[in-house]
Nanobody, 125 residues
Framework: QVQLVESGGGLVQAGGSLRLSCAAS????????MGWFRQVPGKERQFVAA????????YYADSVKGRFTISRDNAKSTVYLQMNSLKPEDTAVYYC??????????????????WGQGTQVTVSS
């Protein structure tokens, strides 16, 4: 069973930065594609960023491109989301997700196998 634990969320002013972390259990982390999604109440979960299993391939939603960076440390079984130049519209619960035994990145929530519990990010104006 895969377990994911997100951390790093919080309250920040517009223009500020946060770094989210997602620590994963399991010995095959390096074989997993990883993604970050976000969700606000009443709306569907939205794709934010994804990385392939080696970390040398990444993909971003247009709304965060140039501001957010996804990265991973396979030795620590952890994926990160560095968020800069935050905007109030980035306010959401952020979730990390795993797609097991996958080589490329994925952008649809239904393609992922496991999810973390989420961490709240609130950006004040």
């Amino acid at each position: 069973q895969v377990q994911l634990v997100e951390s790093g969320g919080g309250l920040v002013q517009a223009g500020g930065s946060l770094r989210l972390s997602c620590a994963a259990s399991g010995r095959t982390f390096s074989f997993w594609a990883m993604g970050w999604f976000r969700q606000v109440p009443g709306k569907e979960r939205q794709f934010v960023a994804a990385t392939n299993r080696s970390g040398d391939g990444t993909y971003y939603a247009d709304s965060v491109k140039g501001r957010f960076t996804i990265s991973r440390d396979n030795a620590k079984s952890t994926v990160y989301l560095q968020m800069n130049s935050l905007k109030p519209e980035d306010t959401a619960v952020y979730y990390c997700a795993v797609k097991e035994y996958a080589s490329r990145w994925y952008t649809k929530a239904g393609e992922y196998d496991y999810w973390g519990q989420g961490t709240q990010v609130t950006v004040s104006s």
